[in-house]
């Protein structure tokens, strides 16, 4: 059987022509995500992730900077995650007190007196995750003296289980994939009176994901300062990675409202065998589509077969290209990041955070990826910006890749690096 390709890629015309979206500018409106962002540093282990930039890289590959903005290690947690849970958990208790985040801040929460915990009830949070959201939800309850039920689907990792409970979570394995778990959790919670704190949306349950979406802006408001600080202005490129796709919207979003006449162009970027946006787009009928089955790719944080609507929306108007890779682009993108180029940091990338870095190397060193790349103006005046949204959240599958060399680059694809 011929090996996958490492890259194929569909043209958002749709976006292209007109990138704005109501609900992004809804979202994200001037002032918002400052405000959320002071309210994540009221957490008290809260610091800025660091923006990582490659220059020997970059050189290599005939950009002008690619910076990496590193969530391997937000508070301790190995992933960009908690910034929507905590935020959205936060929200969901001002709207149950009617309270207002003048009333209570997040600092309150974490400090509570016991006035306030009356005021508040003992609401359980539950949610759905294949590892990292399910974690940070956990982290956030627990920290804030509430209990939280995490459910997973039967092929999550033992670490990433370990995990939840290390930040004290109680799990539930659902027989299925993260879609099931995603259903599963929604009826138990309306038969139990749980609050669940979802990263995707559905008819009549949108605010929680929105403030997900929203609570992820603090990453960008930081790299917006990191950039300032190496005078530069904005990136001239995004790419991110996508499972339910909130991630991406909040990315693409954010930056669309921020420099509206000048938006950066952005490539999604999925898995191969999750690739419910790709597949979206290349229905185009500008609404979001399924995947099923097993979702069976190494990138367990993108293994999701249906888009977030919300998510998806702001894509549609915003998205510039949306990409698959095989399992293989991701773990090649793990060693680069774990062995760099003299001069450039080392970073620890898990699967799901080392795939955008995986596409843009194949975009700009595959020969079948010309088009791509001169679509994208891909050249020595670009600055790319990457996210790496999670470090070793699963030691095992990390070690198997990092050190034994697992999922190689097929024969054919092999990139012959002279020195
Ligand atoms: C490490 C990591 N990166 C990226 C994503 C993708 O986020 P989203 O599901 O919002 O597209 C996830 C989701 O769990 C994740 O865990």
Same mark, same amino acid.
């Given at each position: ?237 995004? @790419? ?7 991630? /991406?919207? #909040?990315?693409?979003? %954010?930056?669309?409202? &921020?420099?509206? !006449? ?59 290209? @949306? ?7 991701? /773990?090649? #993108?793990?060693?680069? %990041?774990?062995?760099? &180029?003299?001069? !450039? ?75």
């Amino acid at each position: 059987m011929k090996p996958e390709i490492p890259l194929q890629w569909i043209k958002n015309e749709h976006a292209l022509q007109n990138p704005r979206s109501s609900l992004a500018q809804e979202l994200f409106p001037p002032g918002l995500p400052q405000r959320i962002r002071e309210l994540h540093s009221e957490i008290p282990s809260y610091g800025m992730s660091p923006l990582k930039s490659l220059p020997a890289l970059a050189r290599r590959l005939g950009v002008g900077g690619i910076w990496v903005k590193d969530e391997s290690a937000r508070f301790s947690l190995n992933s960009f995650k908690v910034l929507g849970g905590s935020y959205a958990i936060y929200k969901k208790l001002l709207q149950r007190s009617q309270l207002t985040d003048e009333n209570l801040t997040l600092h309150d929460l974490l400090n509570l007196d016991g006035e306030l915990r009356k005021g508040l009830g003992s609401p359980i949070f539950a949610t759905a995750t294949d590892g990292n959201h399910g974690t940070g939800v956990a982290w956030a309850a627990s920290k804030m003296g509430f209990r939280s039920i995490i459910y997973v689907h039967h092929r999550t990792t033992k670490d990433r289980i370990e995990g939840i409970k290390r930040n004290g979570g109680e799990v539930v394995i659902v027989d299925g994939n993260y879609d099931d778990a995603v259903r599963q959790v929604n009826d138990d919670a309306r038969r139990n009176g749980w609050e669940v704190i979802s990263d995707t949306s559905w008819r009549g349950y949108e605010d929680v994901p929105k403030w997900i979406m929203q609570g992820y802006s603090t990453m960008f408001v930081e790299t917006q300062e990191q950039f300032a600080a190496q005078g530069i202005r904005r990136p001239t490129h995004l @790419f991110v990675q996508a499972g339910v796709g909130s991630l /991406a919207a #909040a990315a693409i979003g %954010y930056y669309s409202v &921020l420099f509206e !006449d000048n938006v950066p162009l952005s490539v999604v970027v999925e898995p191969t065998k999750a690739a419910c946006l790709y597949k979206s787009m290349e229905i185009n009928d500008g609404q979001p589509h399924n995947v099923t089955g097993e979702l069976d790719t190494i990138m367990a944080g993108l293994a999701c077969g249906e888009p977030n609507p919300l998510a998806w929306e702001t894509l549609y108007n915003c998205a510039d290209f @949306f990409a698959i890779c095989p399992d293989y682009v991701a /773990a090649k #993108a793990m060693r680069v %990041y774990g062995m760099p &180029l003299p001069g !450039d940091p080392f970073i620890v990338s898990g699967e799901s955070g080392a795939v955008t870095l995986g596409a843009l190397m194949f975009a700009m060193e595959y020969d079948g990826a010309r088009q791509l790349r001169e679509e994208l103006s891909l050249n020595r005046d670009s600055q790319v910006l990457l996210i790496n949204s999670e470090g070793n959240t699963s030691p095992e599958e990390f070690r198997s890749v990092v050190w034994e060399g697992g999922m190689p680059v097929p024969e054919e694809f092999k990139i012959h690096y002279n020195a």
